[in-house]
Nanobody, 114 residues
Framework: QVQLVESGGGLVQAGGSLRLSCAASGIVFRLATMGWYRQASGKQRELVATTPSGGASTYADSVKGRFTISRDNAKNMVYLQMNSVKPEDTAVYYC????????WGQGTQVTVSS
């Protein structure tokens, strides 16, 4: 059974930092494209960053230079380091694994106060 479990969300002040983690199980992690998405209240879910297997990471324009995605294939973990956060980064953040089909975590809330 595939499981993606996010952690690390919470309340942070604007300009601060937060690190999200996603623990994956039940998949061949090293072959998966892993990604972080977010969904703000009343808005559609949007891509934040992806890290493919053996390829270059990609980022949404809104987070370039502030967020960094990384993965540890030995631990089946993917991370999102969020720096210089802004109130508009407030959302539920979801971990996604793509292996021909998509798997999603339950999400973790990030709230940025101004």
């Amino acid at each position: 059974q595939v499981q993606l479990v996010e952690s690390g969300g919470g309340l942070v002040q604007a300009g601060g930092s937060l690190r999200l983690s996603c623990a994956a199980s039940g998949i061949v992690f090293r072959l998966a494209t892993m990604g972080w998405y977010r969904q703000a209240s009343g808005k559609q879910r949007e891509l934040v960053a992806t890290t493919p297997s053996g390829g270059a990471s990609t980022y949404a324009d809104s987070v370039k230079g502030r967020f960094t995605i990384s993965r540890d294939n030995a631990k089946n973990m993917v991370y999102l380091q969020m720096n210089s956060v802004k109130p508009e980064d407030t959302a539920v953040y979801y971990c996604k694994a793509e292996l021909g089909i998509s798997f999603w975590g339950q999400g973790t809330q990030v709230t940025v106060s101004s």
